[in-house]
């Protein structure tokens, strides 16, 4: 079936409309006229795949890897850096009035990307031991694309990738340790690409971002994309008022370490203990704790100037937002990866109005988005 792209919506999925019924479409731009193979019929939408251009573009560039619909990894190499951040802005602003229902979205939202290049500091590859096979998994499928050199991932992790020894030793340690996928019988090996070195477990290095040594390992979550990450912190940084600031979901305290030396009191709430406890040495001075953001919430809701949240792709619980939004604070900064989510959350902050927003195209390449508004009580 042909069918014209209208817009885009997350994941880098283009929408277009069949007999009346939405269709999402996977590999194609906004405006082009493609040819779709049919994927899957579900309840309010079906979803398709470009099987050919009938007119294209002119966003549309060559994928820049030749592994590029192998490998499972890069999604959306079809446009540039520039029109990447900017098409996932196009997204944000689209999800906040259609989801959230604002009439508030800032008219003239700044997008920060980078190159496409060597951008990733971190990396999950799969070890087959058996059959003495590295690489990503392949798409849509739970065998592994042998790949020797990734144009996305740093140096160093294009090093190991290479040569494979370092990953096959910590494939196999994990085989002793049980550490290994069910579904695919394969090793996952996290890596994560420091100043100085790289680690493929609990070991911890450090990365400098601006004016902060971060201390973290592969088994935690940082940011990949270390280039890009300065313009986020900055936005944070400029952006927290008052001096009492939550961060929740804090992670290794990435936010937190923002207000080191400031004599700004700062709670950091974060589940996983291992992130909470490379988060004490990144932030030391902050008052850290071990907990669901829900569940702590109930027991220490307190008043604070500043909100700062970045949670999971799932969005804010329904219970979170409501503990958050009781405790009634001026400022909250929602930093999220998912638009969509985002917006459904923001359309219930009733008492807010977004004064600020901005676009960071972490994750070029990709479809993936990551945002960050600024919410001022009304």
């Known amino acids: 079936m042909a069918l014209r792209i209208e817009k885009m919506a997350s994941e880098g999925v283009g929408i277009a409309h069949d007999n009346g019924k939405t269709v999402l479409v996977k590999g194609a731009l906004p405006g082009e006229l493609v040819e779709c193979s049919a994927v899957e019929s579900k309840k309010g939408y079906d979803t398709a795949e470009v099987s050919g251009i009938i007119e294209q573009s002119p966003m549309r560039i060559e994928p820049r890897c030749p592994y590029y619909g192998k490998c499972g990894g890069c999604d959306f190499q079809i446009v540039s850096e520039k029109d990447s951040a900017c098409i996932k802005r196009d997204i944000l602003v689209d999800n906040l009035v259609r989801i959230g229902h604002r009439e508030d979205v800032p008219k003239d939202i700044p997008v920060h990307y980078g190159s496409f290049y060597g951008y990733r500091h971190r990396a999950r590859f799969h070890v087959d031991v058996s059959g003495g096979k590295w690489g990503f998994l392949a798409r849509k499928s739970s065998t592994i694309t042998e790949i020797r050199s990734c144009p996305v991932i740093s140096e160093r992790l294009n090093e190991l990738l290479g040569d494979g020894k370092e990953l096959i030793r910590a494939a196999r340690n994990a085989m002793f340790s049980n550490r290994i996928d069910r579904t695919t019988g394969f090793a996952e090996i996290s890596a994560f690409d420091g100043d100085d070195a790289v680690t493929l477990g609990a070991e911890t290095v450090t990365i400098t971002i601006g004016d902060i040594r971060y201390s973290v390992n592969a088994n935690v979550f940082f940011q990949s994309n270390p280039s890009l990450l300065a313009s986020l912190l900055a936005f944070v940084r400029d952006?927290?008022?008052?001096?009492?600031?939550?961060?929740?979901?804090?992670?290794?305290?990435?936010?937190?370490?923002?207000?080191?030396?400031?004599?700004?009191?700062?709670?950091?709430?974060?589940?996983?203990?291992?992130?909470?406890?490379?988060?004490?040495?990144?932030?030391?001075?902050?008052?850290?704790?071990?907990?669901?953001?829900?569940?702590?919430?109930?027991?220490?809701?307190?008043?604070?100037d500043t909100v700062i949240v970045d949670p999971p792709r799932t969005g804010l619980s329904p219970e979170a937002l409501s503990l958050i939004l009781s405790w009634k604070p001026e400022r909250i900064i929602y930093i999220s990866c998912n638009s969509s989510t985002l917006s459904r959350d923001v359309g219930r902050m009733h008492e807010y109005t977004i004064t600020r927003a901005s676009s960071f195209d972490f994750y070029p390449g990709t479809g993936h988005d990551e945002s960050a508004l600024v919410m001022d009580r009304a």
Not at 240 to 245: D, K, L, M, T, V
Not at 257 to 268: C, D, M, P, T, W
Not at 269 to 278: D, F, P, T
Request: glycine share 10%.
């Open 239 to 304: 952006n927290a008022e008052g001096e009492s600031i939550m961060d929740l979901y804090s992670g290794v305290g990435t936010f937190s370490a923002l207000f080191e030396g400031s004599g700004k009191r700062v709670y950091a709430v974060e589940r996983n203990k291992a992130c909470l406890e490379l988060s004490k040495r990144n932030a030391p001075s902050a008052l850290s704790f071990t907990a669901d953001v829900a569940l702590w919430g109930k027991k220490n809701g307190r008043s604070v």
